[in-house]
T-cell receptor, first 120, second 110 residues
Framework: QVQLVESGGGVVQPGRSLRLSCAASGFTFNSCGMHWVRQAPGKGLEWVAVIWSDGSNKYYGDSLKGRFTISRDNSKNTLYLQMNSLRADDTAVYYCARGTTMVGATIDYWGQGTLVAVAP | QSALTQPASVSGSPGQSISISCTGTSSDIGSYNLVSWYQQHPGKAPKLMIYEGTKRPSGISHRFSGSKSGNTASLTISGLQPEDEADYYC??????????FGLGTKVTVL
């Protein structure tokens, strides 16, 4: 069965960096575009980024461009999110999610999420 | 890129039908048949309920259905059950590999 397990969250000071990882199993990882989606405490879902199955293209939500970088290692079945210059409003649960096609498209499976808290 | 518009809350009694609207623009919902709907219970990850506007994934009850007209998509829950109480989010492709979520709708079963 499809499994997505995020890791790397925690408490970080404003301005610092953090890298999230998502270990995928149960499907052909290199055939699927992959997404990151976040959810601030008590708030709705916000799409963060997508990376195509071969890593050739990456796209980001408007508010995140320049600070976050999505990447993947198909040899390790792992998705990453590098987050720099973190701010208090980046505090959220970050979900790794699978797309249904090579370019992403519909998100069909989600991980359980990892909490990132940005605080002094 | 603005979030898609959803009502903050919708309620209904067991057995009733409810609908949740999701309004976007001609650049997102109006241009693509890539609207999906997600159910999220407290403390849990979202779950796909409808994709490509009207399709149900395997294992999703026939009580859930989706539709689209112009720039607005809708999710209908028929025969409302207590376990349907949750938050529901729409999501649409917005071109150039960019995606938008709705602000979410809290469904309460009275």
């Amino acid at each position: 069965q499809v499994q997505l397990v995020e890791s790397g969250g925690g408490v970080v000071q404003p301005g610092r960096s953090l890298r999230l990882s998502c270990a995928a199993s149960g499907f052909t990882f290199n055939s699927c575009g992959m997404h990151w989606v976040r959810q601030a405490p008590g708030k709705g879902l916000e799409w963060v980024a997508v990376i195509w199955s071969d890593g050739s293209n990456k796209y980001y939500g408007d508010s995140l461009k320049g600070r976050f970088t999505i990447s993947r290692d198909n040899s390790k079945n792992t998705l990453y999110l590098q987050m720099n210059s973190l701010r208090a409003d980046d505090t959220a649960v970050y979900y790794c999610a699978r797309g249904t096609t090579m370019v992403g498209a519909t998100i069909d499976y989600w991980g359980q999420g990892t909490l990132v808290a940005v605080a002094p | 890129q603005s979030a898609l518009t959803q009502p903050a809350s919708v309620s209904g009694s067991p057995g009733q039908s409810i609908s949740i609207s999701c309004t976007g623009t001609s650049s997102d919902i109006g241009s693509y048949n890539l609207v999906s709907w997600y159910q999220q219970h407290p403390g849990k990850a979202p779950k796909l309920m409808i994709y490509e506007g009207t399709k149900r994934p395997s294992g999703i009850s026939h009580r859930f259905s989706g539709s689209k007209s112009g720039n607005t998509a809708s999710l209908t829950i028929s025969g409302l059950q207590p376990e349907d109480e949750a938050d529901y989010y729409c999501c649409s492709y917005a071109g150039t590999s960019v995606y938008l979520f709705g602000l979410g709708t809290k469904v309460t079963v009275l």
